[in-house]
């Protein structure tokens, strides 16, 4: 097809030269009658050789007379010399110029700009890539019990992210539960961090314990990196979040570091069991892919913050099954700084003990969180509120409370929910129901809230 087009653009034929077409003209000459021509005389050994096809005059006086064998060959002799004739044409013709060439190379397109929805995605991954850090949790081991070097077996893979300049990072509290256990380690070597720093090298920390909340899954280590390497996350508000909104996760999972899921916010006020048996309230439900390694990461809105922090995932295969859970990060808020101040958490509470659910459901208690016991000089007793105690006639039921600043209460768990966004020393109105004759009354007691270690 190339070889037409060159011979095309000197010819101005498509397959053959001008020279070919006058030689293909002149070799229709040779249809005359076989009796009318004399034989072709023999040319001389010295004579110059010419093509058959010469002259339309030579043709008729050189036709042979007999037979139309001779006619036959010269006309393939005449066929040879067109094709030679086009031949030379078009070898003339792949000499071209440059601008030739441009017209034969076929259209350079140019590539499409991307939509404004994927520029965003990108952006939002490349701001959040360098907060995200690779964690892998690690026991110091004997090589032989007794005897022999210490030997570090990782136990975990996990992810987490940049709090602060100061080289905080939290995860998951059971991302180093295996190293953990029931050990203080405050200030030691629990994992390897890998940190993506903003110069672009990947590089290994040693983590060291800041502090644990098992409770709501929660934990940060601290990292001896470089001020100007570490990118803190922004932060922001799960109080405004709603179903539908645009989710991303950034995370490693199966060991895969830096990758990102995209999903939505499917469905709110959640309540997750961790994998270290604690439940947590008001969680995040989104169909964003979190699988082993995802957890720890952030779960990051389309302005690149931070609403909560990956947690789990619902699944009976252990595989992401599009239903993955976050701790809001407006609990996270209020629990991290505590840890980093001191390496525990003191929440603000109604100094109660709360009934747990089989006691509740023995004595017929189906919604709200009924009141065990409670000190007699909390500030709970001397607003009011009363505790399940025996009387003479046998089990008297204490207050059930349903509701704390409007906040609806079903259990223990949701009654911390309730208060942790609460200040110590802040004054709060609980609703609670109390049983009389036979009756549940709705009564409503302000009680200034007291601090309880985690």
């Keep these: 097809m190339l070889y037409s087009q060159v011979a095309s653009l000197r010819s101005g034929s498509p397959l053959l030269g001008q020279a070919g077409q006058k030689g293909h003209r002149r070799c229709k000459l040779l249809k005359v009658s076989a009796s009318a021509e004399p034989k072709i005389p023999r040319q001389s050994r010295h004579e110059e050789t010419r093509s058959p096809c010469v002259e339309e005059t030579t043709l008729r006086s050189t036709a042979p007379s007999q037979s139309g064998v001779g006619r036959r060959q010269l006309a393939a002799q005449c066929a040879l010399s067109a094709l030679a004739l086009s031949q030379t044409d078009a070898a003339k013709a792949l000499e071209l110029t440059e601008a030739e060439l441009l017209e034969l190379q076929p259209p350079i397109v140019p590539a499409a700009s991307l939509p404004a929805a994927e520029r965003a995605t990108i952006d939002i991954f490349e701001r959040g890539t360098n907060s995200v850090v690779n964690i892998v949790d690690v026991t110091i081991r004997m090589t032989i019990p007794g005897a022999g070097p210490q030997v570090e077996i990782p136990e975990g893979n996990g992810t987490g992210f940049v709090w602060d300049q100061n080289g905080n990072v939290v995860t998951n509290y059971h991302v180093l539960a295996n190293v953990l256990g029931n050990k203080n380690m405050l200030r030691t070597s629990v994992a390897k961090v890998t940190l993506l720093g903003l110069d672009g090298t990947s590089r290994v920390y040693d983590a060291t314990l800041v502090g644990t909340y098992k409770e709501k899954d929660l934990a940060v280590v601290r990292i001896d990196a470089p001020k100007d390497q570490l990118q803190p996350v922004q932060l922001g508000s799960s109080t405004g979040v709603r179903v539908g909104q645009t989710t991303f996760a950034i995370g490693n999972p199966f060991g895969f570091d830096h990758t990102l899921t995209t999903g939505v916010v499917s469905g709110l006020d959640r309540q997750i069991q961790s994998q270290v048996g604690s439940v947590i309230t008001g969680g995040i439900q989104t169909d964003a892919a979190i699988n082993p390694g995802n957890s720890g990461g952030p779960l990051i809105d389309s302005q690149g913050k931070v609403i909560g922090v990956n947690t789990a995932i619902f699944t009976r295969s252990g595989f992401n099954s599009g239903i993955g859970f976050a701790i809001p990060v407006d609990t996270v808020k209020r629990i991290v700084p505590q840890l980093i101040a001191s390496g525990r958490v003191t929440l603000p509470s109604l100094n109660a003990q709360i009934a747990n659910p089989k006691v ?95």
């Design 360 to 454: 509740a459901q023995s004595l017929e208690v189906k919604n709200g969180a009924l009141i065990q016991a409670l000190p007699s000089d909390s500030n709970a007793a001397k607003a009011g509120l009363l505790a399940t105690r025996r009387g003479l006639s046998g089990i008297l039921i204490g207050d059930i409370i349903v509701a704390v600043n409007d906040i609806p209460v079903r259990d223990a768990v949701t009654l911390e929910d309730a208060l942790i966004n609460c200040g110590i020393g802040e004054e709060v109105t609980v609703r609670a129901l109390r049983r009389e004759n036979g009756k549940e009354v709705e009564m409503s007691f302000k009680v200034k809230l007291e601090a309880q270690q985690g």
